[in-house]
Nanobody, 123 residues
Framework: QVQLVESGGGLVQAGGSLRLSCAAS????????MGWFRQAPGKEREFVAA????????YYGDSVKGRFAISRDNTKNTVYLQMNSLKPEDTSVYYC????????????????WGQGTQVTVSS
């Protein structure tokens, strides 16, 4: 069974940085798309970034483009989200997700989810 475990969240000041990790187990993952989403209280789950496990980055959400970067280390079965220039509006629970399909910006298209990690950005 595929399992995804996020880590690296925490409390940071505006302008700071965090690096989130998503450790995947139960693969193989060669044909999947990996994505990051976030969800703040009272808001819908928002697309952040996605890449192919064995391919390039697909896209970034407009709200994080230029500040966040998704990457992977296939030997460690880990996907990362480097978050720079953090803003209070980035405060959310961040989720790692896996899509067995072609990749999407829609949370409904993803098949496996991690438990989430809290990111809080203070002003």
């Amino acid at each position: 069974q595929v399992q995804l475990v996020e880590s690296g969240g925490g409390l940071v000041q505006a302008g700071g940085s965090l690096r989130l990790s998503c450790a995947a187990s139960g693969g193989p993952f060669s044909g999947v798309t990996m994505g990051w989403f976030r969800q703040a209280p009272g808001k819908e789950r928002e697309f952040v970034a996605a890449l192919y496990w064995n391919g390039p980055v697909i896209y970034y959400g407009d709200s994080v483009k230029g500040r966040f970067a998704i990457s992977r280390d296939n030997t460690k079965n880990t996907v990362y989200l480097q978050m720079n220039s953090l803003k209070p509006e980035d405060t959310s629970v961040y989720y790692c997700a896996l899509d067995y399909g072609l990749g999407s910006k829609s949370a409904t298209d993803y098949d496996r989810w991690g438990q989430g990690t809290q990111v809080t950005v203070s002003s």
